[in-house]
């Protein structure tokens, strides 16, 4: 990794920033639900000769501020992109988000279509399900804690579980999850955070102004083809592209390639 790739955290209030430094416009990278701003260390590097990439951790998440109430709501990472813009003095930039950061990315790209040169969202859900069983009795529980570091990452798991990573690649991401709390060790992410319920998208679609790109990994569970030929369908002049050998998580599985897109979607966004 060259010095200029070289990553820079620092802080915007209460939120976490990281940098690599870079040339072109700006890129506000966004992560998904229980993710936090490492989860784009494999693209951030790859993106400095055609944008200055910036990932950000949401609050709730990562080395961001948690809300004291607890009471995330997606307007909450509304006003995180917003926050991360104006501390990074960016009049128009691109933004790119992976699963619920994708939402995000859409929701705040509806609102805020002067402020963007284009918007990239990546695997996401355009109609979540119902939660199963299993899931609705685990937001019930209070943060976990345990004893000790190896403790916490033996739990740790990708939700899909699909990853090209390995073993060990696993276990680091894991572990830059991971923080001190109290006698023990919990994850980076608020827990009360996983309660946010997200809405269909397909209303929302039709009203994007923003030159916009779709990806898909092509072994993702997540999103069917059939949904997101749908999307590509609905969203004004919107690109689709899917990435080859990747699961639900783009970022990890296949970062080359990702950049790749990003890279000739800036060079050429549609019209």
Request: proline content about 8%; aromatic content about 8%; charged content about 25%.
């Amino acid at each position: 990794m060259s010095a200029l790739a070289a990553p820079r955290d620092r802080r915007a209030g209460p939120l976490r920033l990281r940098e690599w430094g870079g040339e072109g416009p700006g890129i506000l990278l966004l992560h998904g639900m229980a993710g936090h701003a490492h989860w784009w260390d494999r693209v951030g590097p790859l993106l400095t000769r055609n944008f200055r990439p910036v990932a950000l951790d949401f609050r709730g998440h990562g080395d961001s501020e948690w809300l004291a109430e607890g009471d995330y709501r997606p307007r909450a990472w509304l006003d995180d992109i917003e926050a991360a813009r104006r501390a990074l003095g960016w009049d128009r930039f691109f933004l790119c988000g992976h699963s619920m950061g994708a939402r995000a990315a859409l929701s705040w790209a509806e609102e805020n279509p002067s402020r963007l040169r284009g918007v990239i969202a990546v695997d996401f859900l355009a109609e979540p399900p119902p939660l199963p069983g299993r899931f609705q009795r685990l937001l019930r529980r209070p943060q976990p804690i345990y004893a000790n570091e190896d403790a916490a990452l033996a739990r740790f798991r990708l939700e899909p579980d699909g990853t090209t990573l390995s073993a060990p690649e696993l276990r680091e991401l894991g572990r830059l999850g991971l923080r001190r709390h109290g006698e023990g060790w919990s994850w980076k992410f608020d827990w009360r955070a996983l309660r946010v319920r997200l809405g269909p998208i397909w209303e929302q679609l039709p009203r994007l102004r923003v030159p916009a790109l779709l990806v898909r990994g092509d072994k993702t569970t997540v999103v069917s083809r059939e949904q997101f030929e749908r999307m590509a369908q609905i969203l004004p002049g919107a690109r689709t592209a899917e990435v080859a050998g990747a699961h639900h998580h783009v970022p990890l599985d296949r970062p080359e390639a990702l950049a790749a897109l990003l890279s000739d979607f800036a060079c050429a966004p549609p019209a």
